[in-house]
């Protein structure tokens, strides 16, 4: 997907998926059905979803990247808590003076987890790989890049074809991981690294554990492994938690259920934001969504205040429009459409439909879906609900097929607007002129590429190309004594590398 991260919430799209097998399951610290939280040194965390394998470069959604971006595999730069862009395998880089050029000066001593040394010759060989080999659309935010080269081992130039605002931002997502050049031949199964962790042991359909890397160029991880355990089931992730099955629940799936936390002395909650938009899609490529009307109507019935209520205790926030507040051309669109059942009856024209709405069995989906029908019903639009199996059966019959004419998915990738200008995307959205307005404020100056981007994130509410929901919220419970957990989820990852217990 483009970019479609679910993190559901677990991650440009998506959450992860059911998994293939991958690394040796016994040896020290293997992990049995509680996670292995009872090992000493040892962490484990809860999530819902699992990945169809560890490539993150063929295989979409979210629940890749959150667990080896950063961990396992590192890029030259990275997102820090507050969004900003910092150094990880570059110690500096220099932007020339037509922010064409960028001379990115590489750490010494670093090497992947096979031994292999890190060097110029491997960002050359992973940054032209997104062109070659990556089968993600979302390789196309490095179109931009005209070459590669390799000054000294320790001096990596990248030249731009033109001024480009996006393309570090794109850097610090799973596109500027680095791969060693002797450690791609297997990479659905054996991840090769230069991060803070290894592959340990994959436990098809349970656990994924990783472990510190003992031969790490930085800070070695305060834990010994850290073991993500996987679970189809909010309350049996909420139970795992109450009896010590494991240490953290990386996503609260059931916000309601956050009162049985309560009690200081054993658990803490944190609460943050994230980049993910939960958007109501709409097929714009078939009846009756090729209709604008139809869309704009459907924006009015949605009384979006109510949903987040019923939908997800209240948790989360109401935006209006493909971005979140922590990026700097944010604007309150919550108003374009209030809710109004009678405006959406007229825009239909006493015309009703009944339409197909094919959501992911994921829990926030499931949930708002509910509600979603209910409120289209009041105004004429008789949505059949079907939940899919996620990730694999949703996306072949929602993403790749376009089957659907109503979806609800949780996209979290960070400034992921400009999925809507690939109208090959499963939106299906066309219009020229936001594609050109993505042109503009990329490659303008910084406040070009912020009034650029307000109007087409003006453009797309306008069009009602689809309908956003709510903002999800950054929801973690964990026991008492865990530390380093990230407040706001707003890169790709779930950074493991500060979580320490005491």
């Known amino acids: 997907m483009r970019r479609i991260g679910i993190w559901v919430a677990a991650g440009a799209l998506l959450l992860g998926a059911a998994a ?31 990945p169809a394998n560890l490539d993150f470069t063929s295989t979409e ?21 507050d969004g900003q862009i910092v150094p990880l395998l570059a110690e500096k880089w220099d932007v020339s003076a037509d922010r064409r050029t960028y001379t990115f000066t590489l750490r010494k001593g670093v090497t992947f987890s096979s031994g292999a040394p890190f060097t110029a010759d491997d960002v050359v060989f992973s940054l032209d790989r997104v062109r070659t080999d990556w089968k993600l659309k979302i390789k196309s935010q490095l179109d931009v890049v005209d070459k590669v080269e390799k000054k000294d081992d320790a001096t990596a130039v990248v030249t731009l074809k033109r001024p480009s605002n996006g393309f570090l931002y794109a850097m610090a997502t799973r596109l500027g991981a680095m791969f060693s050049r002797t450690g791609v031949a297997d990479l659905p199964n054996k991840p090769v690294g230069t991060g803070p962790y290894v592959l340990g042991a994959w436990r098809r359909g349970d656990s994924l554990r990783l472990d510190a890397n003992p031969s790490y160029w930085g ?25 010590g099955g494991i240490d953290v629940i990386s996503s609260v799936q059931a916000p309601e259920s956050l009162r049985q936390f309560a009690d200081p002395g054993r658990f803490q909650v944190i609460e943050g934001t994230t980049n993910g938009e939960v958007v109501l899609s709409m097929n714009n490529a078939r009846p009756p969504f090729d209709d604008k009307r139809v869309r704009q109507a459907v924006r ?7 949903l987040l209520e019923t939908a997800w205790a ?14 700097p051309w944010y604007e309150d669109r919550t108003g374009d459409y209030p809710y109004d059942p009678a405006k959406a009856k007229e825009l239909l024209g006493g015309r009703t439909y ?25 105004v004429g639009i008789t949505a059949d609900i079907e939940p ?31 999925i809507f200008a690939d109208k090959s995307y499963y939106f299906h959205y066309d219009n020229p002129e936001f594609g050109k307005l993505l042109a503009a404020a990329d490659e303008g100056t910084e406040q070009q590429q912020t009034d650029a981007l307000k109007r087409a994130a003006k453009l797309l509410s306008d069009d009602a190309a689809a309908d956003w929901l709510f903002l999800f919220p950054n929801l973690i419970v964990a026991k008492k004594g865990v530390t380093g ?12 590398t500060a979580l320490a217990k005491q």
């Open 314 to 327: 209240g948790r989360g926030q109401l935006i209006g429009s493909m971005v979140p507040p922590t990026d």
């Open 20 to 50: 293939c097998g991958g690394g040796p399951e016994g040896g020290p610290g293997g992990t049995g059905s509680t996670g292995g939280a009872a090992r000493a040194g040892a962490l484990s965390v809860g999530a819902v979803a699992e």
């Open 61 to 81: 959604g979210a629940a890749i990247p959150q667990a080896l971006l950063v961990n396992v595999y590192e890029g030259l730069v990275k997102l820090d808590q």
């Open 485 to 496: 957990l990230p407040k706001n989820g707003i890169a790709e990852s779930f950074d493991f």
């Open 300 to 306: 009015h019935a949605i009384d979006h205040k109510a």
């Open 388 to 418: 899919l199996e996620f990730p694999a059966r949703w996306l072949d019959q929602v993403f790749t097929k376009g089957d659907y004419d109503l979806s609800i998915i949780n996209h979290v990738e960070p400034r992921d607007m400009g």
């Open 354 to 378: 009944t339409v197909k709405m094919r959501i992911p069995n994921l829990p926030y989906a499931v949930a708002s879906a509910q509600v979603v029908k209910s409120q289209l019903a009041q």
């Open 219 to 243: 800070t070695k991880p305060a834990l010994s492994s850290i073991t993500l355990k996987y679970f189809k089931d909010a309350t049996a992730m909420n139970n795992a938690l109450l009896t």
